[in-house]
């Protein structure tokens, strides 16, 4: 993923948008206490975690920590931010072990268009499993993922074609796992079987008015009239 952590700060704001609507709608079915521990996997150069879900965590949490793959996006992020309770971890959410203090430690885990990154069939079962050994008992879980959208076709076709195929070649790297699924949410869930399931819904904001005030369209216009038919996936579960 590209890691210019300025640029995509100024271009999400439909990820910011989306990522309010969906707190908004899921909160009431988190359970809030007294000093939890919250994490937001993906978190990226911060701005959804420190614009969207800081403000709407409740005033006595005791710690965010904002995790991601890429140690320069948090470094960005760390430099927006100056809340003690909230830290920085630089982790592959797909990797075979997860830090030891992280064990069942978070009573909340949220995570916005991360999964749909993690694009091998044993690496996203394997993020899956590690955000649930996480978890406290009795926590839960929210999160969304891009599940199919046009672009991706686009992005396919683009690779097949003599012209653009020099350029193409990690294309698989850029598309959802889920964008070929006919059963998408079953498959999502279904690594979380074990657990009780409060939620689940598929969702597609309606988010078209922002999009044309979006650099990344203006870089890519051809794509502005594909992407209202995006799927996105969210989900909410809790642990026993
Ligand atoms: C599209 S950005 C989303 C950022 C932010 N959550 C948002 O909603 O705007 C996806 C983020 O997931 C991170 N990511 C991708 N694969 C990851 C992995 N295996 N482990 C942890 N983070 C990962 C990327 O570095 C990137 O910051």
Redesign the pocket.
């Known amino acids: 993923?590209n890691e210019d952590g300025s640029l995509y700060a100024e271009t999400?704001d439909f990820?910011k948008q989306d990522?309010s609507c969906i707190l908004d709608m899921y909160s009431r079915l988190l359970k809030w206490g007294d000093g939890d521990h919250v994490m937001d996997?993906?978190?990226?150069e911060g701005?959804?975690s420190l614009e969207v879900l800081l403000p709407k965590l409740p005033t006595n949490f005791k710690e965010l920590v904002l995790?991601?793959?890429?140690s320069k996006?948090l470094d960005f992020a760390r430099e927006r931010c100056d809340d003690e309770r909230v830290n920085y971890r630089q982790?592959?959410?797909?990797s075979r072990t997860i830090p030891d203090e992280f064990r069942q430690h978070f009573d909340h885990i949220f995570s916005?268009?991360?999964l749909n990154?993690?694009v091998g069939v044993d690496e996203n079962k394997r993020?899956m499993k590690n955000i649930f050994d996480m978890l406290k008992p009795g926590g839960d879980i929210l999160f969304t993922i891009i599940s199919s959208t046009p672009i991706y076709d686009f992005w396919e076709n683009m690779a097949k074609s003599k012209r653009w195929e020099n350029y193409s070649n990690n294309v698989n790297n850029l598309i959802s796992p889920y964008h070929h699924l006919n059963n998408s949410a079953e498959t999502l869930r279904r690594p979380f079987q074990k657990t009780a399931v409060r939620n689940l819904s598929t969702t597609t904001p309606k988010r078209s008015g922002n999009i044309p005030r979006s650099p990344f369209f203006k870089m890519a216009p051809e794509t502005r009239r594909f992407s209202c038919r995006t799927k996105f996936l969210s989900l909410v579960l809790r642990n026993h």
């Not at 996997?41 to 990226?44: D, I, K, N, P, R």
């Open positions: 993923m999400c990820q990522a996997v993906g978190a990226g701005s959804v995790a991601d793959v890429s996006l982790m592959d959410i797909s916005f268009y991360c990154w993690v993020a």
